[in-house]
């Protein structure tokens, strides 16, 4: 069962354009949702993260979004850049405990110049 | 310099052997994790460990052992590989603060078992 759902997963946008990620789950004890960049041959790297307790978390171009009602979050990347190209999980983590700690399945982003 | 470090980068085994996979962490975190990675499912969790002389069993631990001998080193064994273990092995180290665990990855392992 796949705790995270992640979508779409694969993108391609123009250079300058929005990119918007999006991911749901299920489980009522997940706060803590981070999202993960990861370029071709690296490990991911935390990106931006956010607490339920939170709607919005910006950083730069990067702004997260959590809609607790729907059990849905997002990754806008506003004025996307080449360099943005790689793939990006989101994830969630219970808060019974860090063990309960789960990726979405990705997606790959292409930004074309 | 590279918190999280992994040995070796590139693996290629055979069927039946027994393959290590080693993993080092500089930023002094009690939790340590093994994924693995393939096309289509994302990162998965083999096992993990809070600190040293402790495994605990992932969602797919099957086919692995782990090994934790210090808080630096975290080992991700397979005793009889298998073809199906070809991927892209990933350690992580963990600032668990609270419930919000933030995970720093190594640059991953490829192995190839023919």
């Known amino acids: 069962q796949q705790q995270v759902r992640q979508s779409p997963q694969s993108l391609t946008v123009w250079e300058g354009g929005t990119t918007v990620l999006t991911c749901s789950y299920e489980d009522s004890t997940f706060n803590y949702f981070p999202w993960y960049q990861q370029f071709p041959g690296e490990g991911p790297a935390l990106l931006i993260s956010?607490?339920?307790?939170?709607d919005k978390k910006e950083d730069g171009r990067f702004t997260t979004f959590f809609n607790k009602r729907e059990k849905k979050l997002s990754l806008h990347i506003i004025d996307s850049q080449p360099g943005d190209s790689a793939t990006y999980f989101c994830a969630a983590q219970s808060s019974t405990g860090y063990q309960n700690f789960y990726f979405g399945k990705g997606t790959s982003l292409t930004v074309i110049p | 310099e590279a918190a999280v470090t992994q040995s070796p980068r590139n693996k290629v085994a055979v069927t039946g052997g027994k393959v290590t996979l080693s993993c080092n962490q500089t930023?002094?975190?009690?939790?340590m994790y093994w994924y693995r990675q393939d096309t289509g499912h994302g990162l998965r969790l083999i096992h993990y460990s809070y600190g040293a002389g402790s495994t605990e069993k992932g969602d797919i631990p099957d086919g692995y052992k782990a090994s934790r001998p210090s808080q630096e080193n975290f080992s991700l064994i397979l005793e009889l590989a298998t073809p199906s273990q070809t991927s892209v092995y990933f350690c992580?180290?963990?600032?668990?603060?609270?419930?919000?665990?933030?995970?720093?990855f190594g640059p991953g392992t490829r192995l190839l078992v023919l």
């Open positions: 992580a180290s963990g600032d668990a603060g609270g419930s919000q665990d933030t995970q720093y």
């Open positions: 930023n002094n975190h009690n939790n």
């Open positions: 956010i607490l339920s307790v939170s």
